[in-house]
């Protein structure tokens, strides 16, 4: 492997290149020994490992238990962007933000290949939340909480234009036109959104949610209602398997691969829907999002939103969540998950009367 590019399969990863990727932040350091154990294979590998450092690894006090992830397996270059995107939200906006996020020892990118090398959670005292558990209402709330200071540390800035600094992050678009975009297309074709609706998450969705016309023309109202901003800087995949809960009681962020310029209602509906149980989700959604608005201001946004702006947004934004769990493949979620969580998002698109169940309105949602 020629030095300094990133390894591209398993085999690549050895204690030489991670001494050396971790000598960038601290110099002196070498791995000594490399201990591979559990292989997560997914949209990215995550390679859980134990190491053992020289001297000045132990002096620094790096972690025994890593988790090493990039995109190692044979499907890593038909979504690299997603590596790439995670290794340079850790590089270049992690140490911005004031919010839970994992201990991060490497995170670099090329252009082949994006490589992450943080703690492993599960020797941190973590514990990695489950759609099966929802959130009680203190813990959504902090959970809220910092995703509004990720939502005001961008907030309309100048760096997220095209040409601005942070113009490589992707715009967030429901059914994007580029390629990427042929999945959701492809799950609204008659043949596939049958096949889908009639597994056992769709079963437990409110019929009128399952109309495959009315769904794909409420996609189209949110695309249009996400371009009138504000944007700011969205996680993008903000459901309960991509956090998790810290040794302190905190709230942390895992799985940055869908970071985006986007707008806040779409990580905030995303997110406290598919973490509530729908009862709880009715009770306390309001004080909620009252929560997240006045975050909004303590984190330095000068004009947040009003409670109406701020619901018809959310409304507007339900669609996306109720047709990604309706038609997200089992290889990418286990069945139990999408049965857990895509009748949240249908009941919740009930009570708001939003789109698909309640009428589009003029101009975008």
């Not at 036109?177 to 437990?204: I, K, S």
């Not at 109309?211 to 371009?227: E, F, H, I, K, P």
């Not at 406290?272 to 004080?287: F, G, K, N, V």
């Amino acid at each position: 492997m020629a030095k300094g590019r990133l390894p591209l399969t398993v085999e690549e990863v050895t204690a030489d290149w991670l001494g050396e990727a971790l000598s960038a932040r601290h110099p002196g350091v070498a791995v000594e020994r490399l201990e591979v154990g559990d292989i997560l294979w997914g949209t990215g590998t995550k390679m859980m490992a134990r190491v053992a450092y020289n001297e000045a690894g132990r002096a620094a006090g790096l972690p025994d238990h890593l988790c090493i992830k990039a995109g190692l397996a044979e499907h890593r270059e038909l979504v690299k962007f997603c590596y790439q995107t995670e290794a340079r939200f850790f590089d270049r906006l992690a140490p911005q933000l004031s919010m839970g996020l994992p201990r991060i020892l490497f995170a670099a990118d090329d252009a082949d290949q994006g490589m992450v090398v943080m703690e492993d959670l599960r020797h941190a005292g973590a514990r990695i939340c489950r759609v099966q558990e929802p959130l009680d209402k203190g813990a959504a709330a902090a959970f809220l909480d910092d995703l509004a200071a990720l939502h005001a540390r961008w907030w309309n800035s100048p760096a997220l234009e095209d040409d601005g600094a942070l113009g490589w992050l992707m715009r967030h678009d429901p059914l994007p036109d580029e390629q990427w975009g042929d999945f959701g297309r492809g799950q609204l074709q008659p043949a596939t959104w049958d096949r889908y609706m009639a597994l056992p998450r769709a079963l437990a969705v409110p019929a009128r949610c399952r109309d495959r016309v009315t769904m794909a023309a409420a996609l189209q109202a949110l695309r249009r209602y996400g371009r009138r901003g504000p944007v700011c800087v969205i996680h993008g995949d903000a459901h309960l398997g991509n956090m998790y809960i810290r040794a302190d009681g905190g709230p942390g962020f895992l799985d940055w691969q869908t970071t985006r310029r986007g707008h806040w209602a779409q990580d905030v509906a995303y997110f406290y829907i598919s973490a509530l149980d729908p009862l709880d989700r009715r009770t306390w959604e309001q004080e909620l999002i009252a929560g997240y608005l006045a975050a909004l201001a303590r984190h330095g946004v000068a004009d947040p939103p009003g409670l109406p702006q701020a619901w018809e947004a959310i409304r507007a934004h339900i669609v996306y969540g109720l047709f990604y769990w309706m038609v997200n493949p089992v290889e990418w979620q286990a069945e139990e998950n999408n049965a857990a969580t895509a009748p949240r998002f249908g009941w919740a698109a009930v009570d708001h009367h939003a789109p698909p169940v309640g009428p589009i309105q003029a101009g975008g949602a």
